[in-house]
């Protein structure tokens, strides 16, 4: 037998029009969504390779749970990856294969809005990803702190994930790893989310329309 909130959730996922309007009522805070971030042996989605992938899944504004698996990659990594993430050669051999890891991470994700720290960068790597492994393409919306920080925080002289986390006195103990850079994420979220109900921007289809991610 199923209780309230299960039958709710059963219906919000055959009507979409229930969840959105329970999200608009609810406010942005509340916004199921899925938090995600990569690390990558370089800046190139086309030619790099991501060694580690997490996300964190918020349903109605609970965290309801997270995704982290490193990837293997079968070659050395470069030095300055090994230095700036403490991810090693050693780590990776213990990860899981490329093919196995994103079609558990399509299945993790479902068609949540997904929120990063700079959009363009994570999402071309994961998109690429998806495609070689699975031959499928992600039509999630997304949400980008990077430049909802700008626009919402013009004062600010860097908009780096620490930097903008210091300003909101945020700590930052695990930078440079998926799941700590994720942690810190989704409490920038909640901030910024703030500001925008502030805004009267309550919902996920209001922040579309605001241009406050341009």
Not at 49 to 75: C, D, M, S, Y
Not at 134 to 150: D, E, F, V
Request: charged fraction near 30%.
């Amino acid at each position: 037998m199923f209780t309230e909130t299960e039958e709710f959730k059963k219906l919000e996922s055959e009507y979409p029009l229930l969840r959105r309007a329970r999200e608009h009522l609810s406010g942005l805070k509340d916004l199921s969504c899925v938090i995600v971030d990569t690390e990558t042996t370089g800046l190139e989605p086309q030619t790099n390779e991501i060694i580690e992938i997490a996300g964190l899944k918020i349903v109605h504004g609970q965290i309801e749970e997270p995704f982290n698996t490193l990837i293997r990659l079968g070659r050395p990594l470069p030095p300055e990856i090994i230095q700036l993430t403490g991810i090693t050669d050693e780590m990776l051999k213990e990860g899981d294969q490329k093919n196995f890891v994103f079609q558990r991470f399509l299945d993790f994700i479902r068609d949540l809005p997904l929120i990063a720290h700079n959009v363009e960068f994570d999402l071309p790597f994961i998109q690429r990803h998806m495609e070689e492994t699975l031959g499928k393409k992600l039509n999630n919306p997304t949400i980008c702190t990077l430049k909802l920080s700008r626009n919402l925080l013009p004062a600010l002289s860097s908009y780096k994930l620490a930097k903008v986390a210091e300003h909101f006195k945020i700590p930052t103990p695990n930078t440079h790893r998926a799941l700590g850079d994720v942690e810190i994420t989704y409490q920038l979220w909640l901030k910024l989310a703030e500001h925008l109900e502030k805004d009267g921007i309550h919902s996920l289809e209001d922040l579309q329309k605001s241009g406050k991610m341009a």
